[in-house]
Nanobody, 118 residues
Framework: VQLQASGGGSVQTGGSLRLSCAAS????????MGWHRQAPGKEREVVAR????????YYADPVKGRFTISRDRAESTVWLGMSSLKPEDTAVYYC????????????WGQGTLVTVSS
């Protein structure tokens, strides 16, 4: 499975962005997709996850109510809609996949930078 992320950019506080992650290869082996982010000087953290089959989602507390993860299995694409953005959302965002039978995130896309200015 290969992942290609896109959609980062610069916005002002309160603005919105949508990130996309296109998956290719053996997508039938994907169990879960997630968006992670890493801010300067901080560890990478998962912000939103979605189960590929059921569509069930999980959000980290800092983004609940502001971010929405969604997927289209036919298009093999996952999106992260981000609204009411804050400066603390500034980070490099990565999409990742967890494959069937695996416990770790073992496929990663390239990062896409999101910058939120005050």
């Amino acid at each position: 499975v290969q992942l290609q992320a896109s959609g980062g950019g610069s916005v002002q506080t309160g603005g919105s962005l949508r990130l996309s992650c296109a998956a290719s290869g053996r997508t039938e082996t994907v169990l879960e997709m997630g968006w992670h982010r890493q801010a300067p000087g901080k560890e990478r953290e998962v912000v939103a996850r979605i189960f590929w089959g059921s569509g069930n989602t999980y959000y980290a507390d800092p983004v609940k109510g502001r971010f929405t993860i969604s997927r289209d299995r036919a298009e093999s694409t996952v999106w992260l809609g981000m609204s009411s953005l804050k400066p603390e959302d500034t980070a490099v965002y990565y999409c990742a996949a967890r494959l069937l039978g695996r416990s770790n995130w073992d496929r990663w896309g390239q990062g896409t930078l999101v910058t939120v200015s005050s």
